[in-house]
């Protein structure tokens, strides 16, 4: 099985901007770094003092990697190739791969690696695992997706990123991913860039976080596709990452953004390494953001999910731990049972043994029952009377202001005016699909003050 990268659907936009590093004057040079416009809004210097993503493994399941490029070297492993076979760290023709890991652990060069493409977590390590691209004819296993799931799990990565249309899951596939999950692996999807209100299978399978892209202004891309199954949302347009076949590379589109999700969960996994990936999800949701006029969206939206990410409010505001599986749904073949049903630590699954210590007590079943029923009957009538006085002393007759819990009750991300969100009325349906593609013009300088809602 093939697959198609996601950001080569952009199409000119991908090839602008290359620069030949023996040749380029050092302002030039800098001119890349000053490109990559999300380290300014993330406010990635600040972000860099809290987590690098130091001792974290990122998978990138997509082509084979550079990793000679001078952003990448020494933080990309040999890896594995399930298209021709060998490693995946010396590709030299496709850039998509190359890309996605500059933009999760690239570290640039130069002085201080102050020149080039710089990743969110610029200490983390790359495992690329490649697969097919939609020109290759495969050589090696039939279903190589399943096959570069299941090498990653095994390898140490803790993060996979796939930035890849995958079309219709096997059951095999389903099986590595659910394998994956099982080991408490982040998988972090593309949602892809048709601008379509539906999400493929991938992105839509239980327990992965798919992302779109959103531009400058916090705003949906408009190719951006969309559905109930969004999680989050990061930068996606007038992206500059590494490449393979030429220094460079400038394009559009949610690969760029599940690169940028994925390099966010590296630097939370390195400084909260006991939290599950689920509870590394719920910290990226409850500090996600929304742009000027979403205040009152119904999270998760089909196209913001729970917001942008906000890589610094997730490394330090101080937010419970919550469940295990945060916000993301479980696999169905996770909840069910197995046959003959679980029962619980220290159970007997036998009931004859639990019927002898019953009679052991000198009582009946039914005399027991009575007692029990009698004592709880009391217990209400107690109640009752405690509740009644209560609201005729102070008055109240309903929940506190904000529902169960009060003020900011259950949920992964505020639903009123508050520090995540700015406020103004919510305007649906909106205009996602009327914003114009990136045109892949070389981008303009970021502004010296990004708009403030990315920090």
Do not use: C
């Amino acid at each position: 099985m093939s697959f198609t990268r996601t950001l080569r659907v952009v199409g000119g936009a991908a090839v602008a901007g290359a620069l030949l590093f023996g040749a380029a004057p050092t302002a030039l040079a800098d001119e890349i770094r000053d490109d990559q416009w999300p380290l300014t809004a993330f406010d990635a210097k600040r972000v860099w003092k809290e987590s690098t993503g130091k001792d974290v493994t990122v998978a990138v399941i997509d082509d084979a990697v550079n990793g000679s490029h001078p952003d990448l070297k020494g933080n990309v492993l040999p890896g594995r190739d399930f298209n021709q076979g060998g490693v995946a760290n010396q590709e030299s023709v496709y850039d998509h791969g190359t890309g996605m890991a500059s933009i999760i652990a690239g570290h640039g060069h130069g002085t201080g690696g102050s020149q080039g493409v710089k990743g969110l977590a610029p200490a983390a390590k790359i495992l690329p695992a490649a697969i097919p691209g939609e020109d290759d004819v495969p050589t090696q296993g039939e279903d190589s997706l399943a096959e570069a799931l299941r090498y990653a799990a095994d390898h140490g990565a803790s993060v996979i990123n796939m930035s890849i249309d995958a079309g219709v899951l096997t059951e095999e596939e389903k099986e590595a991913l659910s394998y994956a999950i099982k080991k408490d692996i982040l998988l972090v999807v593309a949602t892809g860039n048709e601008g379509q209100g539906r999400l493929d299978d991938l992105p839509s399978y239980p327990g992965v976080v798919a992302v779109g892209a959103v531009d400058k202004a916090g705003q949906v891309w408009g190719k951006s596709n969309y559905g109930p199954q969004t999680l989050l949302t990061a930068p996606g347009t007038l992206i500059r990452s590494a490449a393979a076949s030429k220094p460079y590379r400038l394009a559009s589109g949610t690969s760029d953004s599940a690169a940028y999700v994925s390099g966010a969960a590296a630097l939370l996994r390195a400084k909260f390494p006991d939290l599950t990936s689920g509870q590394i999800v719920n910290r990226l949701a409850k500090t996600a953001g929304l742009p000027p006029g979403r205040t009152g969206t119904k999270l998760p939206d089909p196209h913001y999910g729970y917001g942008f990410i906000r890589p610094f409010r997730a490394l330090t505001q101080d937010i419970p731990a919550g469940s295990k599986n945060g916000p993301l749904k479980i696999p169905e073949e996770e909840l069910t049972p197995s046959a003959g049903g679980a029962t619980a630590p220290g159970a007997s699954s036998a009931g004859g043994s639990q019927a002898s210590e019953e009679s052991d007590s000198g009582l009946g079943t039914g005399a027991i029952v009575g007692i029990a029923v009698g004592v709880l009957v009391v217990v209400a009538i107690i109640v009752i009377v405690i509740v009644v006085v209560s609201q005729k002393k102070n008055g109240r007759n309903g929940p506190p202001s904000g529902g169960f819990g009060g003020p900011g009750g259950p949920g992964f991300a505020p639903q009123q005016p508050g520090p995540y969100q700015q406020p103004g009325p919510y305007q649906q349906p909106g205009p996602y699909q009327q914003q114009p593609s990136a045109s892949g013009v070389y981008p303009p300088a970021p502004p010296t003050q990004p708009p403030p809602h990315f920090r």
